[in-house]
């Protein structure tokens, strides 16, 4: 019998084997059904900008040749609309890909990386990734809380990942409490705030962190196109840092880490802002229904500012999360499940089209009462 560490083949090196793999949420339903919604990954109901989808059908006819390595009108296309300099932007495959470059290149084996308890589980993959260990600092009301992550810091920590919103909670920080936990931070260390749904936020105490970053030497700010601007299929996100830090990243990543088709939807995405705002007002409208109509029913529901809800279900044995999901699933609703996240009897639903979500919601009134 090969044992695990048989010296006749390659063997990762020390500790790859015990990261858990990322698992996506579902996007099939059951066998027989017939029309799916799916709910599962935070993607947008309204779908992509007709203007990104153009973009990618005109790159179709060139696809022989490299793209831009340095995604110079992206980064333009970006600094434009949010006032940036594009020296201070780097573009990548997913803003995960911006995640677990920082970690590659600020971590060594034995540092540490702290993030909050419900948080985004591809930073301890990267984490680990890395060598580094992982520090859990719990939540406050399903909150991230300043003073647990700063209680979890020591000469070892070398990165803080803060998700804000963060996800699957939809919870965020107000940005005096970020500044709080900036400053409380030693200058070596790096915090990294992670602002996938910052578009969807509506709260005046609220900021993605580009002037924190603007004034900072151990700050980035992570943005992506796969949630408001509709783009998760071609995998593109990017990031907001100091210079040291750009010029650090841009040695590892790859050479044509975006793809051409995601460069020119991306420059059309982020040039339509009717589109945004048609989402936004879509998501602030289904968003506050949603969270109404699954509270009157008698579940409680996590208050988001995202584009998402976390449900949670009673602990009497028959109205489980899981057996609400396969309820769900057996009528085309396909949502999240995130006991890997630490709430195992929960949901996570993505805010759908309005079909969607009045069926979610008459679905789980008839789940409620069998």
């Known amino acids: 019998m090969t044992q695990a560490n048989d010296v006749s083949r390659p063997q990762p090196k020390p500790g790859i084997m015990d990261i858990a793999a990322y698992v996506p949420g579902k996007s099939s339903a059951p066998a027989g059904v017939t029309k799916v919604h799916k709910l599962s990954s935070n993607e947008n109901p309204l779908g992509a900008s007709p203007a990104a989808i153009e973009a990618v059908r005109e790159v179709a006819g060139r696809l022989e040749f490299y793209p831009d390595g340095s995604a110079t009108r992206l980064r333009e296309a970006i600094g434009e609309a949010y006032g940036l300099n594009p020296a201070n932007i780097i573009c990548s495959n997913g803003s995960d890909e911006v995640i677990g470059l920082l970690t590659q290149t600020y971590m060594q084996p034995g540092d540490e990386g702290i993030f909050t308890e419900h948080g985004f589980l591809v930073y301890r993959i990267y984490i680990q990734a890395a060598g ?56 070596n260390v790096l915090l990294v705030l992670d602002a996938a749904y910052a578009e969807y936020v509506r709260r005046n105490d609220y900021e993605a962190g580009i002037e924190l970053v603007s004034n900072s030497q151990n700050v980035v700010m992570t943005r992506t196109f796969s949630k408001i601007h509709g783009l998760g299929g071609v995998r593109l996100g990017w990031a907001y840092a100091p ?7 841009n040695r590892v990543r790859g050479p044509f880490n975006v793809n051409a088709a995601a460069i020119e939807a991306g420059v059309a995405a982020m040039r339509d802002r009717a589109h945004v705002e048609h989402t936004v007002a879509h998501n602030e409208q289904w968003l506050a229904w949603l969270t109404e109509e699954l509270t009157r029913l008698g579940l409680r529901v996590t208050p988001s500012v995202g584009n998402f809800i976390l449900i949670h279900f009673p602990d009497d044995g028959k109205h489980s999360a899981a057996a609400a999901d396969d309820y769900l699933g057996e009528r085309g609703y396909i949502l999240r499940r995130v006991a890997g996240y630490g709430f195992p009897n929960a949901l996570r639903m993505t805010v759908g089209t309005e079909e969607a979500n009045r069926g979610v919601v008459a679905a789980l009134t008839e789940f409620l009462k069998s």
């Open 132 to 187: 580094g260990v992982p520090v859990v600092a719990k939540e406050k009301n399903e909150t991230a809380d300043v003073d647990a992550i700063l209680a979890a810091v020591t000469d070892k920590t070398r990165i803080v990942f803060l998700a804000n919103p963060n996800n699957p909670t939809g919870t965020y920080l107000p940005f005096e409490e970020v500044r709080r936990l900036h400053a409380g931070l030693p200058g």
């Open 243 to 249: 210079a040291h830090v750009v010029d650090a990243l």
